[in-house]
T-cell receptor, first 108, second 115 residues
Framework: LAKTTQPISMDSYEGQEVNITCSHN???????ITWYQQFPSQGPRFIIQ???TKVTNEVASLFIPADRKSSTLSLPRVSLSDTAVYYC?????????FGAGTRLTVKP | SAVISQKPSRDICQRGTSLTIQCQVD?????MFWYRQQPGQSLTLIAT?????????ESGFVIDKFPISRPNLTFSTLTVSNMSPEDSSIYLC????????????FGAGTRLSVL
């Protein structure tokens, strides 16, 4: 099982771009990288998934370097409502284990 | 994607009793997962429930304490047995959907308080 390492917490201000990096040094060849967002009193919500290079959707972008040993979730122009915990997971669904996540606080 | 309904959303229970949590999915799914999340903490996987086979429990979780049923491809239950205050937590179910094998979709969770 690939272990992931993320910063425990980050602070930002409204309108800024936020980049959260996740390290996964022992990622396997077939592993995908998946990010989730969790608000208080809710279950985690899928944000984005990628395998290599760059993936973008309406919510975020995911940058994955060629060696795939890390990934960066980019949230453009954050708002107060983006305050949440963000989790990076690696592997297939049955093998994924949640780490501590990154608690993002967006300030006005 | 999948829509997951979890019941009850919250409950307050007495020590020594049991609570059964239900998880209903709006489509047929192979993999269902049960997690526990204590306040301010990350999610801990309790077990994986696949239809037609016994649930697979993670280290530290046993079937006698957390029996799981998976009668069909859209439904599962988790029972928290002989509860103690240490079982106070949020319990979440999730599903892995066919064709999206690496993505899990979560219910809103059941907030359990044991007195």
């Amino acid at each position: 099982l690939a272990k992931t390492t993320q910063p425990i917490s980050m602070d930002s201000y409204e309108g800024q771009e936020v980049n959260i990096t996740c390290s996964h040094n022992n990622i396997a060849t077939n592993d995908y990288i998946t990010w989730y967002q969790q608000f208080p009193s809710q279950g985690p919500r899928f944000i984005i998934q990628g395998y290599k290079t760059k993936v973008t959707n309406e919510v975020a972008s995911l940058f994955i370097p060629a060696d795939r040993k890390s990934s960066t979730l980019s949230l453009p122009r954050v708002s107060l409502s983006d305050t949440a915990v963000y989790y990076c997971l690696v592997g297939e669904a049955r093998d994924m284990r949640f780490g501590a996540g990154t608690r993002l606080t967006v300030k006005p | 994607s999948a829509v997951i309904s979890q019941k009850p959303s919250r409950d307050i229970c007495q020590r020594g009793t049991s609570l059964t949590i239900q998880c209903q999915v709006d489509s047929q799914v192979t993999m269902m997962f049960w997690y526990r999340q204590q306040p301010g903490q990350s999610l801990t996987l309790i077990a994986t429930a696949n239809q037609g086979s016994e649930a697979t429990y993670e280290s530290g979780f046993v079937i006698d304490k957390f029996p799981i049923s998976r009668p069909n491809l859209t439904f599962s239950t988790l029972t928290v047995s002989n509860m103690s205050p240490e079982d106070s937590s949020i319990y979440l179910c999730s599903v892995g959907t066919p064709g999206e094998g690496n993505i899990q979709y979560f219910g809103a969770g059941t907030r359990l308080s044991v007195l």
